[in-house]
């Protein structure tokens, strides 16, 4: 249904690049990490924000973290992005959502809003815009 | 005789003042200046069951209960001193059995040579069936405001509501969406692969009901269909990705279409392509099942149509009166034909966009034709 973008899996594989998907609809997260591996990179997963927290305290090789926003939890994908961006600076934010659009002043410092839902193309796209900023 | 006439009519005329004053269908109050009560009129005496001994002496304002006391030490008597008059105000008389009669009063100032007050001439209406009149007024217009105030927080509650709703019945819906495109990638037999086809069909298909629903629910709300232009990126491409999804929802059918566009095309591109998934969707449903659909979008000068044909049985014209109305479901027949909210919408994106939406049906074919102006380049 949608074409591979087979073209960005070496580079990614070859920095072992890791990213961070959060996203409490299973189904929704399982295409973004099979989409982000396709593409070469490592994928962490998260069901919400509390599950992300724990992981970035564990792993200290998260480049990207990629999540909705609305999510249930004690915090939403924007408080999250904002504490991420607080407690780990140098992690890209990259932020979706099928129900609201956020503007750029809503968004952490150096933040990305990609609006659901989001085609494969988009997604590699934006990733790799925000890695190499 | 001559000189007693004048005397007899003067004493009659005497005897008629003094039966008006006691027995006008008013109350009458002569105060000193300070408001003690001088004289008061029978009709007064008789309302509030105070013998004329039992009124004289007393101060005006100890008729009056608490509030009406306070009104008439920081009011009444205050503007008396200062305007010399004050009339319609609305007061409450202690009678002597204890009701509360409503009165409306008007008072009058008479002033010395020196211009001190001599006396206070007060005349008392009773408004008893005027006050319950108000009384009813006021309370007709707290109900009002407070049947608005509920109205306004349910139409805030629908509204809540309504976003809920879209989004609680969407995420299942991008579940199922996402879950067809993991398949997707998998290897799979003719079979399953027919199957995950006919699933995406139905995703996209619910997910057009909802996107109507929520559209339709807005517009009754008052929100309207809010359109969001943008001429930077082409149409073309969300056409085709619309018939895409609609032969999706049949793959038994042929939608042929043609495109002859000069982008760009200043248009809310998703509201276009809902109006034309809609009209599709219609085409599919109602169309002859062995006749193509056919989708024809084209700009000549400054205008954009696109037109949806298919054959079938002409649309009777009493059905064709009716069908962008919502909810309208056509002659019967088919069950399986959703909720009537389609062609009404595609009307109200029309609508939004400044252009229009005809229909035309005989024996050959049935075509939906949107029309709309297109800016003219400056």
Not at chain 1, 93 to 101: A, C, D
Not at chain 2, 151 to 167: K, N, P, S
Not at chain 2, 181 to 189: C, G, K, Q
Not at chain 2, 220 to 236: D, M, N, V
Request: net charge negative; proline share 4%; glycine share 10%.
């Amino acid at each position: 249904m949608t074409g591979r973008a087979g073209e960005d899996r070496g580079v990614a594989a070859i920095r072992k690049i890791t990213i961070l998907v959060v996203e409490d609809e299973t189904l929704v997260r399982m295409l973004g990490t099979d989409m982000l591996e396709t593409a070469g990179f490592i994928v962490r997963e998260a069901g919400d924000a509390d599950e992300a927290i724990a992981i970035l305290s564990a792993e200290d090789d998260i480049a990207l973290l990629f999540s909705d926003i609305d999510m249930p939890g004690s915090m939403d994908g924007v408080g999250l992005a904002k504490l991420v961006h607080i407690r780990w600076p140098a992690i890209r934010l990259l932020l979706t959502s099928g129900r609201q659009s956020l503007s750029p002043e809503q968004l952490p410092e150096a933040g990305q809003f990609m609006r659901k839902p989001w085609t494969e193309s988009a997604l590699i796209g934006n990733v790799n815009s925000l890695l190499a900023a | 005789m001559s000189e007693d006439k004048p005397a007899l009519i003067a004493e009659a005329a005497a005897v008629d003042y003094e039966d008006l004053f006691e027995t006008a269908p008013c109350g009458y109050l002569s105060t000193d200046g300070n408001g003690r009560i001088l004289r008061a009129n029978r009709t007064f005496s008789d309302w509030t069951g105070f013998g004329g001994d039992l009124l004289a002496g007393r101060h005006f304002a100890d008729l009056l209960p608490i509030a009406g006391k306070i009104f008439y030490e920081t009011h009444f008597a205050p503007m008396l001193h200062v305007q010399s008059a004050f009339n319609e105000v609305a007061l409450d008389i202690v009678t002597a059995d204890g009701r509360h009669l409503p009165v409306l009063v008007n008072a009058a100032v008479r002033r010395d040579g020196d211009g001190s007050i001599a006396s206070i001439r007060i005349t008392l209406f009773k408004s008893t069936s005027r006050r319950a009149y108000e009384r009813g007024l006021i309370a007709q217009r707290d109900t009002a405001e407070a049947n608005i105030l509920v109205e306004r927080e349910d139409g805030e509650l629908r509204e809540q509501f309504i976003a809920v709703l879209g989004h609680d019945l969407r995420n299942p819906l991008a579940a199922i969406a996402s879950g067809v495109r993991l398949l997707d990638s998998e290897v799979l037999s003719e079979r399953s692969r027919k199957i995950l086809t006919l699933i995406d069909g139905s995703v996209v298909r619910a997910a057009g009901l909802i996107d109507n629903v929520l559209d339709f629910a807005r517009g009754r709300l008052g929100g309207g269909i809010t359109l969001q232009r943008e001429a930077r990126e082409p149409l073309e491409p969300v056409l085709r990705q619309v018939v895409a999804e609609l032969r999706a929802i049949a793959p038994d059918r042929t939608v042929d279409s043609i495109y002859n566009l000069a982008e760009p095309i200043d248009c809310d591109r998703v509201r276009i392509g809902q109006l034309v998934s809609n009209l599709l969707g219609n085409a599919l449903t109602h169309g002859a099942r062995n006749e193509p659909v056919r989708l024809n979008a084209q700009t000549h000068g400054c205008v954009l149509t696109i037109s949806i044909a298919n054959g079938g049985p002409p649309i009777s014209e009493a059905a064709r009166a009716r069908l962008f109305q919502p909810f309208y479901r056509g002659d019967g027949g088919v069950r399986e034909q959703g909720l009537g909210l389609g062609l009404h919408i595609a009307s109200e994106i029309a609508r939004a966009h400044g252009g229009t939406l005809e229909v035309r049906s005989d024996a050959a074919e049935t075509v939906f034709t949107f029309t709309m102006t297109l800016m003219q380049e400056v």
